[in-house]
């Protein structure tokens, strides 16, 4: 895993528990077309985009905004 997945991942299991890098996998395959472990950069502001919508869906909108922020910083 490259060092940005693993810094995502870190920022979103506290949000999303042990089902974070599947969560985080699916984001990015579906929406990003790239494999998790190929994350860049330059993906971040869309992952975290759908992260917040994905996220949204199974937690509070004030969370899934939060981890969505934290994502785009990284």
């Known amino acids: ?14 949000y999303l528990g042990p089902a974070a890098e599947s969560f985080l996998g699916r984001q990015c395959k579906a929406h990003l077309k790239v494999d ?13 985009r759908w992260v917040e919508v994905g996220a949204a ?4 909108q004030a969370k899934a905004v939060e981890v969505a922020k934290k994502i785009a910083a990284c």
């Not at 895993?1 to 506290?14: E, F, G, N, T, Y």
């Not at 998790?36 to 975290?48: R, V, Y």
């Not at 869906?57 to 509070?60: C, R, S, V, Y």
């Open 57 to 60: 869906l199974i937690m509070d």
């Open 36 to 48: 998790f472990q190929q994350l860049n950069s330059g993906h971040l502001k869309d992952l975290a």
């Open 1 to 14: 895993m490259s060092a940005l997945s693993d810094q995502v991942l870190a920022i979103s299991k506290p």
